[in-house]
Every structure is written in C-alpha cells, then in structure tokens.
C-alpha cells in the first residue's frame, strides 16, 4: 500500500481472484485508484517526511468544527470570529507555512519588516476562498504588565482599527500589508496596501489573527498576482534598530528573530484559507449551526 | 460447522438492516497521511427485501413493484438493500505537498438502509 491508497493485500486478492485477465485487472485497480484520490482531492498518494508539523491550530479546528470531533472543545481564543464565521461557509480549510528561503527581513526606526510568501498553487481552482486569515505568534516579554487601559489612547486588542498613535510603554502595533509589485529601487520598498492591523501588549503571550481574505481570495481567483505579506511591528518608543529588533524578537514572524528553534514548528506564522468546492456541507457541525 | 452453517442461514434470511463496519485507517495504510480520526464508523447495508415489503424496510414504490413481480417471475430479482440516509465526516490530513488540510467529506456515514 505504499505506493498507492489500495492497500497491497486487495491489490493481490483482486488479481489472484482469476476474474480478469492480469492486464484487464491492473488497469480496474488503476482506475478504482484514480477515483479514491479524485473523492480526496488528491494526485497521488501523500507520503508525508517525518519533519512535517501539524498546526495545533488545524488540530483545535478539528475538534471543535468536526461532525465527528470532541464538540466540547471550544472556540480557540485566538480565532476571529470572521474566522469562525468562514468556516461555518466552508468545507475545506486549508494551512500553509511561508517560504523561509524567501523571506525578507529588515529592521529600520523603531520597526520590523518581514516578507511572507506563501505557495498557494496546491488550492484547486474549483474551489472558491471565503476567507483567509494569516496567524502570528507572540510571546509574552517578561517584566512588562498590562499597562492600564483607563489612562492609555489604544484600542482593544481584538479590535482592528487604522488609529496609528501609539504613545504607550509595552504596546506595539502589527501592521499586515499586501505586497502587490517590486520596489522601484533595489533599495526601495515594495508596494503594499494595509490588510489588517491591531494594537497588541507586550504582557500577554497569544496568537493573533489578522484578515487577509481580500489578497488570498484574488490571487485564488487569478484577479491579481501573489507577492505575498509584509508584516510590520511598529514600536513608538524604540531608540534604534537594535531596540526594535530586541523588541520584536517576542513577534515570532522570523525564525533568525528568536532562539528556540525547538518551538518554531509550532510557533512560526501561519497562512488558514477557508474554501469551499461545492461539495457537501461546511465543516461546521449540523448540530451547531442548528443551536 | 454446523452452527456456523445455522448462523450462515440466519444471515442469509435476514431481512435488510444497517450492519456494524469500523473502519481502521491503519488497516489500509491511511494511518500515515489522515492525521485524525483514526478511523470511524462507517456501517453498511445487508439483507432481503421479502416479498411482502413491510414498512419498516423504507423502500419505493419502485421496489414495492419490484418485489411483487419477483414474487411471481423469479428471472426479476428483488430490490436492493442499500443507503437510503449518510452523513459526512471531517478528516485531518496531510496532501501530497505536506500541507495541511481539514475537509468536510459528505456521504461517509451509513445512517439508514433501505430496500430500492
């Protein structure tokens, strides 16, 4: 059964059965082979290396959306709810970590930039994006508490909104942009338009979310070309550029920005596209949606 | 042998009915690629639609037909047992480039059997 999903003993007990010629029967398992992958949506048969991660994050969204998962299981704190709207419209979701050997990061006044490529030529083109969100993981920086929020100018941290004046201590701002061409110079900037953005503290550890349907759901559709994500975290009361990257290194968009690289398999930024391919039902359980 | 044979005979007389089938994805080697469930309950149809079709047997008016001209011309087999009700199943699985995919499959499940 390595080479493909028709487990070897059936192979052997179809052809021995002596129905069909041997020829005849090989081309039936051929056939019968080619309709299991096509029910899976798959070219051939996968045969994942030992170095590949499942993201906890797909794991909790099997729990809690699966018709047959553990339904106690409760929405991850991190999920938006445009998140969770988009997967109860979807009966595919997808993840894709980025290309590391394509990435692009550059420290300048009190900001870190990092370049996201993720390869979404594996999305088959019958299947149409409802929602995409792209993941970042942010550690807690110790010895830094919540600042409190009667005195301070921010919003919520769940909240997006575009207001850019950050003037408080233990608060940064992430910045998701939409790269849509080349810098003009070798040493320019890419062209970019905001996707997303939020007002986030140092003190707590968590995934954020942030909306990137807009880009994804183009460059699925082929209305536009993918060049992938810049990700900005922007500090206000940084001195320099060693400031900022000794800042963002709890912004985990880089595997050069932090030390342990035993939990960059699990921590690294992810990509989560929300499909549908016109099959079945979502993946949201029946029984919730009726509630 | 003999109380196999019996039990071979009962079998064969039961009426159509939803059966017991768990599928183990390790069984068939899928072990490797779907991540969870390890396998699930799939279930699956066996059994006779007698001649006469009682209610409880969910058949159509086709197979009601069907089964009274069998009664009297044998060369027209009866009406089949089959899934008359499925359900989906989500799988976790990894694709042939590694990625990650949690889908939504529909008709996985045999909820109810019938004769048609």
Not at chain 1, 85 to 110: C, D, P, V, Y
Request: aromatic share 8%; charged share 20%; with cysteine.
């Amino acid at each position: 059964g390595a080479a493909g999903l028709i487990p070897e003993v059936g192979r052997r007990k179809y052809s021995e059965s002596g129905k069909q010629s041997p020829e005849q029967s090989e081309n039936f398992l051929n056939e019968f082979e080619l309709r299991l992958l096509n029910m899976f949506g798959l070219k051939r048969r996968p045969n994942p290396s030992r170095q590949a991660v499942v993201p906890q994050y797909m794991v909790d969204l099997y729990r809690m959306h699966s018709v047959n998962g553990d339904h106690s299981t409760k929405r991850p704190r991190s999920m938006g709810r445009h998140a969770e709207r988009a997967a109860s419209k979807a009966n595919t979701i997808r993840s894709f970590h980025h290309e590391e050997s394509m990435e692009a990061l550059a420290s300048l006044k009190g900001r870190t930039t990092q370049q996201f490529f993720f390869n979404l030529t594996s999305i088959p083109g019958e299947e149409l994006i409802t929602s995409a969100e792209l993941r970042v993981y942010r550690d807690q920086v110790l010895g830094v508490t919540a600042a409190p929020t009667s005195n301070t100018s921010y919003n919520s941290s769940n909240s997006s909104n575009t207001n850019t004046s950050t003037s408080v201590g233990g608060i940064h701002r992430i910045n998701v942009y939409e790269v849509f061409g080349a810098p003009a110079s070798p040493r320019g900037e890419p062209l970019t338009r905001l996707l997303d953005t939020r007002l986030v503290q140092d003190s707590l550890s968590r995934w954020e979310s942030f909306d990137v349907s807009p880009a994804v759901s183009q460059w699925s559709s082929g209305g536009s070309h993918n060049h992938g994500f810049m990700v900005e975290v922007f500090h206000p009361d940084t001195q320099g550029v060693e400031d900022a990257q000794r800042q963002s290194r709890h912004v985990r968009v880089s595997r050069s920005l932090h030390e342990d690289q035993d939990s960059w398999p699990q921590a690294r930024p992810l990509l989560v596209t929300y499909s549908h391919d016109g099959r079945g039902n979502a993946v949201l359980h029946r029984d919730k949606r009726q509630a | 042998a003999g109380h196999r044979k019996q039990r071979r005979k009962h079998q064969h007389k039961a009426n159509c009915h939803r059966h017991e089938l768990d599928v183990d994805f390790s069984e068939v080697g899928w072990n490797e690629w779907i991540v969870a469930p390890p396998g699930y309950h799939a279930f699956y149809c066996h059994g006779v639609c007698p001649f006469p079709l009682a209610d409880h047997l969910n058949s159509t008016n086709h197979a009601i037909v069907q089964t009274l001209v069998n009664s009297v011309n044998s060369n027209i087999p009866r009406a089949c047992c089959v899934p008359t009700e499925l359900s989906p199943i989500s799988l976790l699985y990894l694709d042939e480039y590694e990625k990650v995919i949690l889908k939504n499959y529909q008709d996985m499940i045999v909820e109810g059997c019938g004769c048609r």
